[in-house]
Nanobody, 115 residues
Framework: QVQLVESGGGLVQPGGSLRLSCAASGINFRIYTMGWYRQAPGKQRELVAY???????NYADSVKGRSTISRDFAKNTVYLQMNSLKPEDTAVYYCNAASGNRGYWGQGTQVTVSS
């Protein structure tokens, strides 16, 4: 059974930081591109960042320079470090695993940026 379990969300003040984690099980983590997406109320789900098997990363313009995606093959976990958070970063953040025509989603973790 494939599971992607996100954690690390919460309430943070503007300018603060959070580190999201996504622990994967039931997949061969080494062959999956891992990504983080987010969906704000009333908006479509959008890509935040992804990291390939080889370590290539890509970021949405809205988070570039403020976020870092990384992965730990020993722990089958992908991380998203987010700094200088803004109210517009408020959303549910979803972990995604993709390989060929296979794709899986986590249940999401809420990030709220507010004073």
């Amino acid at each position: 059974q494939v599971q992607l379990v996100e954690s690390g969300g919460g309430l943070v003040q503007p300018g603060g930081s959070l580190r999201l984690s996504c622990a994967a099980s039931g997949i061969n983590f080494r062959i999956y591109t891992m990504g983080w997406y987010r969906q704000a109320p009333g908006k479509q789900r959008e890509l935040v960042a992804y990291i390939s098997v080889g370590g290539t990363t890509n970021y949405a313009d809205s988070v570039k320079g403020r976020s870092t995606i990384s992965r730990d093959f020993a722990k089958n976990t992908v991380y998203l470090q987010m700094n200088s958070l803004k109210p517009e970063d408020t959303a549910v953040y979803y972990c995604n695993a993709a390989s060929g025509n296979r794709g899986y989603w986590g249940q999401g973790t809420q990030v709220t940026v507010s004073s």
